[in-house]
């Protein structure tokens, strides 16, 4: 299975969805563990690494396209 790309910025898909209804995360913070914001509500989630990869169910947006455009 080939390993999902993600970087900082990137607006992610979850397989299950927040409490609030979406299930739309942007990754804020990356090392170690993962921290994620909800779009819809913007509360925030620090999550291990490999939890997040296992969880993660592909990238909407990502913040490398946003940049191409800008420049």
């Given at each position: 299975m080939e390993k999902k790309q993600y970087q900082?910025?990137?607006i992610v898909q979850m397989k299950k969805?927040?409490?609030c209804g979406t299930n739309?995360?942007?990754i804020i913070r990356m090392g170690m563990d993962i921290r994620i914001k909800c779009v819809g509500c913007k509360h925030s989630v620090?999550?291990?690494r490999t939890?997040?990869?296992s969880k993660l169910k592909k990238v909407l947006r990502s913040n490398a396209e946003n940049e191409e455009e800008s420049s």
């Amino acid at each position: 299975m080939e390993k999902k790309q993600y970087q900082l910025g990137d607006i992610v898909q979850m397989k299950k969805p927040h409490p609030c209804g979406t299930n739309e995360m942007e990754i804020i913070r990356m090392g170690m563990d993962i921290r994620i914001k909800c779009v819809g509500c913007k509360h925030s989630v620090l999550v291990p690494r490999t939890k997040f990869e296992s969880k993660l169910k592909k990238v909407l947006r990502s913040n490398a396209e946003n940049e191409e455009e800008s420049s």
